[in-house]
């Protein structure tokens, strides 16, 4: 498979934080951003993309991306000889960034261009679901956590840490087998590629 394939996501998790109280729950905001891409063919665009496309790694870029950082804020007291965790918030942003052709494609180009995208960007939903799937279960890890007090309730807060830690090491793997799957020669990421440059030099 071809380099440009092999970047087509990037995942970056956010670190896990311990701030100040903020409102229950998890809050989730999305947007999506683009950059431009130019080519008369679907191997023209893919030489665009791999030019123009957001970084992956130090060398690289990707086709398209997938970026979400986890922010949380734990409010931790003290009750009854313990030390609680009272409320556990997430806020979840996610950034999907996409290639945008600007210049007018022939029809037919237009029509795998438009296939293309359109596989781009069930691939990156899917990191996204598992993302906030990821919080969720985090959410869960912690709930109603509690432990007998010491100074500072840090055992509670190491705790706290350790669970949503091994949560994340979790769904990361899953965020890896699934890219290994799209990923794989003739996997959906490889016939993506495939369908866009099929009729060039026909």
Not at 89 to 101: G, N
Request: overall charge positive; proline content about 3%.
């Amino acid at each position: 498979m071809s380099r440009i394939a092999s970047a087509l996501i990037a995942v970056l998790a956010g670190a896990v934080t311990t701030l100040g109280p903020a409102d229950a729950g998890v809050r989730q905001t999305t947007s999506s951003r683009s950059y431009a891409v130019s080519g008369n063919t679907g191997t023209e665009l893919l030489r665009s993309m791999d030019r123009n496309g957001p970084r992956h790694g130090f060398l690289t870029r990707a086709i398209a991306q997938t970026k979400y950082t986890v922010t949380w804020s734990f409010d931790v007291g003290e009750r009854g000889g313990m030390c609680r965790l009272r409320r556990a918030d997430a806020r979840l942003s996610i950034t999907f960034t996409y290639p945008e052709a600007s210049d007018p494609l022939s029809p037919a180009l237009e029509g795998r261009w438009r296939t293309f995208l359109a596989g781009a960007r069930r691939h990156e939903e899917t990191h996204a679901r598992l993302a906030r799937q990821m919080v969720d279960a985090a959410e869960r890890a912690v709930r109603g956590l509690s432990l007998p007090v010491d100074r500072g309730c840090m055992a509670t807060r190491r705790e706290i840490k350790a669970r949503v830690d091994r949560v994340i090491a979790g769904y990361e793997a899953r965020q890896l087998a699934f890219d290994a799957l799209e990923h794989a020669e003739g996997g959906r990421v490889d016939r993506l590629i495939e369908a866009l440059v099929r009729e060039d030099g026909r």
